[in-house]
């Protein structure tokens, strides 16, 4: 069965490489994504395919249901873009100013509309039931899993998996993890208040860039004093603003950042030393401070029997060349509240582009379409030997 499964997404491929074309071309950014949602529900309603739409907002479902009993397995692909300026010169360049799939959202669509099109062409020879979720919105905390699931989108459903075209990882490699492979996403906000005075005479103000500088220095010891060495941690101050004309001392700054853990231990720590280390500060200064900590995506933590199992299957997949165990990756995802209900596993998908390679979130941000049939043929191997 599987071989031809593999031999219909070999004669799909140029399908693929249209669609995902198409959506490059046409992006929108998270929570805004109504005509892609469109497109991808007129996509399987054309050919028969049951399918949900509006589910926890832009998300949408489709159910695939074989001829024989067995195991209802999920598989995900998000589709939301960018804001983004596109600078590749290609002819697939985003038409839309300012916004672009500058992460590979695109392909991940793409890749499982086919596969869905050719589990439906052999419905008839399969076992289990496959749902094909299409998600909005992963880009954006609160991000669109979370609402999906709310929305009944794993009910009945015994295994998840999932995967990202990564464009840094080369072409043919499956990477995996048991455990956690990506980090929480959290987010802060910092407003130091001074008071401020003119530049000529410094000693009768508090000067809130100053005060805001030594802050910053002092943050950055949280991870290398308070957390363990042998795990991991980053703490990055990325903003930092105090405007005022030249001649004056700014009674106002603001800080902004993100924080990655991997464990929910670390993640409390943060939460607890920045509020620590922020109210010393403002002691040390006589200043004031507000401090917001907006929790984004929890890690994602994998399964060890379902990853495991991928390691396994992926290596007898074709045009898998190599599956490597790999580092987790500091990068945040809401595929973790899926892993959070349902077994499963999370892996990246080797896609490096031939010539420039850019990082994910680049505006020239593009990979090796080839890896999207990679993608298809090892996520349609997990779903199907799962019913063997």
Known sequence: MIEKIYAELDSSYEEMVDIRRHLHMHPEPSFNETKTAYYIRHFYEQLGVEVKHGVGGNGVIA?????KPGKTVALRADFDALSIQDQKEVAYKSTVPGVMHACGHDGHTATL???G??????RNELSGTY?????????LAPGGAKAMIEAGALEGVDVIFGTHLWSTTPFGRIDYRVGPIMAAADSFEIKIQGRGGHGANPHE????????SQLVTNLQQLVSRRVDPLESAVLSVTSFVAENPYNIIA???LLGGTVRTF???????????????IEGTSIATDSLYEYNFMRGYPAVVNHENETLYLKEIAAGVPGVEEVFQCA???GGEDFAYYLEHVPGTFFFTGAMPDGDVYPHHHPKFDFKEEAMLVAAKTLATAALNMNE
């Open 63 to 67: 159910t695939i249901r074989g001829s």
């Open 113 to 115: 509309l086919v596969l």
């Open 117 to 122: 099109k050719v589990l439906h062409t052999f």
């Open 131 to 139: 749902v094909l979720i299409h998600q909005h919105a992963e880009e």
């Open 205 to 212: 103000t508090k000067d809130a860039v100053v005060i805001a």
């Open 251 to 253: 009674d106002q700054a």
């Open 263 to 277: 464990t929910e231990a670390n993640r409390v720590l943060m939460e607890k030393e920045m509020a620590r280390v």
């Open 328 to 330: 987790p990756q500091m």
